[in-house]
């Protein structure tokens, strides 16, 4: 297998902020769990804190095996029976493509309504993601610094043009009907997140201060969607809580003197965030083939995934019973905690189990020479 080249940690939590602003652009109501978007400033807040609960098993068990990643270690501990955990991610990456490409079909659909099919243009992100999973993870994590400045410039200037649009009484008292929206926000955050899962398989290729990356990555990008809910509530109010997609409605209203139609802004920081999403799975899902079988298939199940991606998610927002089901927390909550939180708790659990043995195995021959 082709040595893997090494990427900075900073590298690594520019482009999982990136994954994470396509979490916060895709949020509406109906996924947040209720009309009060100020309750949902909440649940960044809770998302932050759990965050550093979830990631207490990835961070032990890379400490035990520092150049090691999850599939590795679960060979080492499991035989040809970690193949499970390889199988696992790969059902898991292709599942959050899915979601995410659908959820992305339904908005061209509805609000663009294109002049082209809107399956010609999701196949075409996918297209060009497949391009970039065959450069590698360095040349993936290069592009996302530079998407990474790019979206941040965009949307800092569209909330800079919306501030003389905001109204305070717009907003409403936190938990003003209970705390169920808060903990159904704090809940899709966490659900609709893979930063964990690509940080179980790439983090021994990163270089660099790597607890100092995570703590900056937890405040930047729990900061910024505050900020941005806060600004979505207190400028569009009611009107934010009707709109199937309320950032593009934001987007829509934004502008300034020359620069009008923002949403050209939002339509493309969408577009770069869910193109490096599926390229970074897609290069995962490779990795998984490849531990499993060899170089060449992995190569192969980069295409093969691509195919399955983009036909389930075409699929999917043609059967309503399907949709339901791919955008249930029922699912996406426990799919994303067995991959982020209880798989490396398993083989962290499982290798301290094994290595305690040794030692007792080690301690007992030592005795029986001194006896004889």
Not at 55 to 75: A, H, M, Q, V
Not at 105 to 116: A, C, E, G, R, S
Not at 128 to 157: N, W
Not at 287 to 310: E, H
Request: glycine share 6%; charged share 10%.
């Amino acid at each position: 297998m082709k040595q893997e080249s090494y990427i900075s940690s900073r590298q690594l939590f520019a482009m999982l902020i990136v994954f994470q602003l396509v979490i916060m652009m895709t949020a509406d109501t109906v996924l947040l769990g209720g009309e009060n978007l100020a309750d949902n400033i909440l649940s960044c807040g809770i998302g932050f804190a759990v965050n550093f609960v979830l990631i207490l098993p990835l961070y032990f068990l890379n400490r035990r095996g520092p150049g090691t990643n999850i599939l590795e270690k679960s060979y080492d501990l499991f035989g040809s029976f970690g193949a499970a955990v390889a199988l696992f991610y790969v059902i898991y990456f292709i599942f959050l493509d899915c979601y995410y490409l659908s959820f992305f079909h339904m908005f061209t659909v509805n609000v663009l309504d294109p002049k082209i099919p809107s399956w010609l243009i999701a196949v075409s992100v996918v297209a060009v993601a497949v391009y970039a999973a065959f450069q590698r993870l360095e040349a993936i994590a290069r592009t996302a610094v530079l998407v990474l400045v790019i979206i941040l410039v965009s949307l800092l200037f569209m909330f800079a043009t919306v501030t003389s649009r905001i109204d305070l009484n717009n907003l409403q008292p936190f938990l003003y009907q209970g705390t169920n929206q808060m903990w159904t926000g704090a809940l899709q955050f966490l659900g609709r997140s893979a930063c964990f899962s690509i940080m179980t398989m790439v983090l021994p290729q990163v270089s660099g201060k790597r607890k100092l990356g995570f703590v900056w990555w937890n405040f930047v990008i729990y900061g910024f969607m505050s900020l941005a809910l806060f600004i979505l509530a207190s400028t569009l109010g009611n009107y934010g809580n009707t709109q199937l997609f309320p950032f593009y409605s934001l987007a829509s209203v934004a502008g300034v003197g020359p620069f009008q139609r923002m949403d050209v802004i939002f339509i493309g920081v969408w577009i770069s965030g869910i193109f490096l999403k599926i390229a970074m799975d897609l290069y995962l899902i490779s990795r998984c083939f490849t531990q499993m079988f060899n170089q060449k298939v992995g190569k192969i199940s980069i295409v093969c995934s691509a195919v399955v991606i983009s036909a389930a998610a075409m699929l999917v927002v043609s059967m309503r019973w399907l949709y339901q089901l791919v955008f249930s927390l029922k699912l996406i909550l426990p799919l994303t905690g067995v991959a982020a939180f209880l798989v490396p708790g398993i083989l962290l659990l499982t290798d301290l189990i094994k290595h305690r043995k040794g030692n007792l195995h080690g301690a007992e021959q030592a005795v029986q020479k001194d006896s004889i």
